[in-house]
């Protein structure tokens, strides 16, 4: 069962590309339309309670491991997941983006990072 939620938030484009240091020709080449660009955030936006399922799951299985001093978890903001996506599309042309594929093609939508305190004990978070 999918439990997202539609988001809707109307981004203004302009103020996008000036926070995001765009220049509207620089977007124009990349190819995307911002209408699918709007439904990726809002959809991004709506999915955010399941991303912080999924991340306090891991975040509460990592925390089992003894090495692991402490832990950060993010939820990729999504203006910033627009943003992305603009910079890949512009570095790769041949990539396609749209609500469907979005999840597939940019692997950072959560973040964890997690602190140790001596350099070697990492390796006993892979081996968990």
Request: hydrophobic share 35%; charged share 30%; glycine share 4%.
């Amino acid at each position: 069962m999918n439990s997202r939620r539609k988001a809707k938030e109307n981004v203004d484009r302009k103020g996008f590309l000036e926070r995001h240091n765009f220049g509207e020709d620089e977007f124009n080449s990349a190819g995307l339309q911002w209408t699918v660009l709007q439904e990726i955030h809002d959809h991004h936006a709506g999915a955010s309670d399941e991303l912080q399922t999924t991340a306090r799951y891991i975040t509460e299985r990592l925390q089992l491991v003894p090495a692991i001093h402490s832990l950060k978890v993010r939820i990729k903001n999504p203006e910033h997941l627009i943003a992305k996506i603009i910079r890949k599309k512009l570095k790769s042309p041949e990539l396609t983006f749209d609500v469907t594929s979005y999840e597939e093609r940019i692997t950072d939508l959560i973040g964890i990072r997690a602190l140790h305190l001596f350099k070697g004990d990492w390796a006993q978070t892979l081996q968990r």
